[in-house]
């Protein structure tokens, strides 16, 4: 059974026009669903469960279908996340170029292994497939922003540079 | 019509027909897990691959479609499809894909429910490898309860998907879902919503490995010691019909079986788990008479004798209390036996349940009403007061449910009488009232036919066997007749049936078969 929590307050989309907008791009409610997960995400850090709840309501689908598609996409979370993504890319060009060194730096700077939080909500660190950056590896994607060809100090500056 | 080519095979078949179908229908066998005909096609499983003549892969039978060609692009200018299902090609593909489905199986067949009717097995014995190539270390997942009484071992799963489908188009409930995706997927429900719907035991029939397990059945025992009987559900008056798997005198589970006219491919957890109510009851074995206050055994001609002084001469102040629980056979006896009133106890309501898929649940929670009112048409409104209007001092009832209350109105009559027959399979609050016991058959022990709600005939069979020296109900009657007045067997009962009632007339137990017949005249060709 899936460990999520039980939903405890009802989720809200901040900005109702952006859903009515999302609703409008589409031919049938059930197709806005994985728009409407970005918007939630984008609102609340991670998808929980009263999200799923508001976004069933919403698409008059089951809770159920729509957890069937937040599971499928690695893009969404179903856990509260850092304010930072540090998504370590681990596919072939990367990994030969140092992306392990990359993450146990990070590994032993936070102490998070990858898939782990920092107490104080600050990182997240995780290991990536494929960023499509190969002729720049090794990369890691920040959030939204591609770092490339980084070293052990250049990742050290920009971790110390996000707030 | 297109023309198609299966193997040897030249069949005229419906324009958009599916191979798979089309197959199937035409005695050739091709393996399939995630196809059911109840439900969306998926093509999933990717068991029932074929060759398909100018398509250059394996194409899935069940989601290949065969429909008219223009003239020119016919196969050998005359078919409109040509299928090879036996060829090398595909005889290795199949033994690639269960090699495939069985990567990360446990191969516990021996400790498995499914194991006798396992698709998983019977194919990989047919159709597989005898070796997997796969050196590396299983999946290994622990089991998971859905609902209360689903459980699922991830580890045997071949996620075909069938029962996610299952609770989307038929229960509508959707509660099921595959979680995740490609190596890591399973299927799943949301801690808050689990598989607790009155149609979640059907997941557990329709998975075709040994993946999701009915807790009422899981390592109760192996199907090859069971046998099975066809039979009729008596929870309600829609009247699935099923099929009882027993061993010796226990029923160990019952499984939907195919009707189209009453309840398709499915049953519901009500009846499905119901039968359990009839175990470990108080059975009476005996006919058993009340002096004193105690009830005492005694034999079946001191029975009839007894039952036949108080009626003698006293006919018009007898009552009968025929039963919507009992066969038309019994209720017809009864009927005809009963000169005074015939009425019938308050009925049993519950919530009516209607699924997406059409699937009903009656409000009515007994099997024969409909069959008791049509052949017992004198039966009247209101038993009680007419009991206490024409002085009734003598009441014969078939006993109606174990678990029926006796009322206060109830409680008062019985009270008054002077002599209460019961006929009952179990010492109930109703025959413990009773002067006199007879022993009749429980549900599972009876023979004869029902009408469902929609009048339906069907032949409701004996599963056990009789306990004791109990007797089938509709026999005890029989005794109770004149020596002239009396029916030779069932079969001669149910023509008499006929002759009194035209909408039941030429109906046999051979015609009705394994799915009954509507009444409405057709039963007499």
């Known amino acids: 059974m899936n460990t999520m929590a039980t939903p405890q307050e009802k989720f809200i989309f901040a900005n109702p026009d952006k859903v009515d907008r999302i609703f409008s791009q589409y031919p049938d409610k059930k197709s806005a669903t994985l728009s409407l997960l970005h918007l939630a995400q984008a609102q609340e850090g991670y998808i929980s469960g009263s999200v799923i709840d508001t976004i069933a309501d919403l698409v008059e689908c089951h809770p159920a279908i729509v957890m069937d598609c937040v599971s499928f996409y690695s893009m969404f979370f179903t856990k509260p996340q850092g304010r930072h993504k540090i998504q370590v890319c681990q596919t072939l060009s990367c990994s030969v170029n140092g992306a392990d060194a990359l993450v146990d730096h990070v590994t032993n700077k936070f102490s998070i292994k990858p898939g782990e939080t920092t107490d104080d909500r600050r990182f997240t660190l995780m290991k990536v497939e494929c960023l499509g950056s190969c002729g720049t590896a090794p990369v890691v994607q920040i959030n939204n922003d591609y770092h490339e060809g980084l070293t052990n100090e250049r990742f050290d500056e920009l971790l110390e540079s996000l707030p | 019509m297109p023309l198609l080519k299966i193997d040897d095979l030249e069949i005229e078949v419906k324009n958009g027909t599916t191979v798979l179908e089309a197959a199937l229908e035409n005695g050739i066998d091709i393996p399939y897990y995630c196809y059911h005909p109840a439900l969306e096609i998926v093509g999933s499983c990717r068991m029932c691959l074929v060759q398909v003549e100018g398509m250059p892969k394996l194409q899935v ?21 040509v299928v090879q299902t036996q060829n090398d090609l595909v005889i290795q593909e199949r033994k690639n894909i269960l090699e495939f489905l069985l990567l990360n199986h446990p191969l516990d067949c021996p400790v498995c429910d499914q194991a006798g009717e396992c698709y998983l097995q019977d194919y990989s014995f047919k159709f597989g490898n005898a070796h997997s190539r796969f050196d590396e270390d299983k999946r290994v997942r622990p089991n998971e309860y859905l609902g209360s009484q689903i459980v699922i071992n991830h580890n045997r799963c071949i996620l075909c998907s069938r029962c996610t489908r299952f609770t989307r188009e038929i229960s509508g409930t959707s509660e099921l879902f595959v979680d995740e995706r490609g190596y890591s997927s399973k299927i799943a429900a949301l801690e808050d919503r689990p598989l607790n719907n009155l149609l979640a035991g059907n997941v557990a029939d329709i998975c075709p490995v040994g993946a999701l397990l009915s807790t009422d059945y899981v390592h109760k025992n192996r199907i090859w010691n069971l046998q099975k009987k066809s039979s009729v559900c008596q929870d309600c008056s829609v009247g699935c019909n099923i099929d009882a798997f027993y061993q010796k005198r226990k029923i160990f589970r019952l499984n939907p079986r195919e009707n189209q006219d009453v309840n398709g491919y499915f049953m519901c957890d009500i009846g499905r788990y119901g039968f359990h109510r009839f175990e470990d009851l108080e059975r009476v074995a005996r006919p058993l008479f009340k002096s004193n206050g105690i009830f005492s055994e005694i034999s079946w001609d001191t029975a009839i004798e007894k039952i036949s002084n108080k009626f003698n001469g006293a006919e018009e102040k007898v009552a009968g209390v025929v039963s919507p629980f009992h066969t038309n056979e019994t209720n017809f006896m009864l009927g005809r036996l009963i000169k005074g009133i015939i009425g019938t106890f ?19 929670r007994s099997p024969n009403k409909r069959g008791m009112h049509d052949v017992c048409p004198s039966i009247v409104d209101d038993l009680a007061s007419e009991i206490n209007d024409k002085e009734i001092r003598v009441i014969y009832i078939l006993d109606n449910e174990i678990d029926k209350e006796i009322d206060e109105t ?5 009270t008054k009488m002077d002599f209460i027959v019961v006929q009952a399979y179990a010492m109930t609050r109703l025959a413990k009232s009773a002067h006199l016991i007879l022993p009749g058959l429980a549900p599972f022990e009876r023979e004869g036919t029902i009408t469902n709600d929609q009048g339906r005939v069907q032949w409701l069979r004996s599963v056990l066997p009789n306990n004791g020296e109990s007797r089938p109900d509709w026999e005890i009657l029989n005794l109770l007749y004149k020596t002239g007045e009396r029916f030779s067997d069932i079969n001669e009962l149910m023509k008499g049936m006929g002759e009194q009632f035209p909408s039941y007339s030429g109906m046999t137990f051979f015609k009705l078969g394994d799915q009954g017949l509507p009444l409405n005249g057709n039963l007499k060709t």
């Open chain 2, 410 to 414: 109830w409680n008062k009559i019985l």
């Open chain 2, 61 to 81: 039978s069940c989601n290949t479609f065969v429909g008219e060609v223009p003239p020119e692009r016919k196969v050998d200018g005359n078919f409109d499809m």
């Open chain 2, 346 to 364: 308050p009925h049993i309501e519950d919530e009516e349940i209607t699924y997406p898929s059409g699937f009903r649940i009656s409000s009515d």
